[in-house]
């Protein structure tokens, strides 16, 4: 079965960092794209970042310079690396597969097997 189960998000002071984990199984995670989203409590989902699978990565604006996004195929791992975290970074952080091909990476109706999210919250 594939599943994909984040963890690493915790309560933090504005600018520190955190490293958010996406760890699949039931299939390779080097053979697709991966993309992370958060979403704030009355708010869309929105992407903050995705890395292809031949290793080629994209950020939000919001994020860019703060966010880095990885993938450790030893251990079919994507990592999510948020430094310099601010109380606007507050959300619940999930990632999925993207499924469909052209489409701009960002879009969450083009991802599926989404985890179960893994909350961050950035407050002093």
């Known amino acids: 079965q594939l599943q994909l189960v984040e963890s690493g998000g915790d309560l933090v002071q504005p600018g520190g960092s955190l490293r958010l984990s996406c760890a699949a199984s039931g299939f390779t995670l080097d053979n697709y794209g991966i993309g992370w989203f958060r979403q704030a409590p009355g708010k869309e989902r929105q992407g903050v970042s995705f890395i292809s699978p031949s290793g080629r990565t994209y950020y939000a604006d919001s994020v860019k310079g703060r966010v880095t996004i990885s993938r450790d195929n030893a251990v079919n791992t994507v990592f999510l690396q948020m430094n310099n975290l601010r109380p606007e970074d507050t959300a619940v952080y999930y990632c999925?597969?993207?499924?469909?091909?052209?489409?701009?990476?960002?879009?969450?109706?083009?991802?599926?097997?989404w985890g179960q999210g893994t909350q961050v919250t950035v407050s002093s």
């Open positions: 999925a597969v993207r499924m469909t091909l052209g489409a701009t990476w960002d879009e969450p109706s083009h991802y599926g097997y």
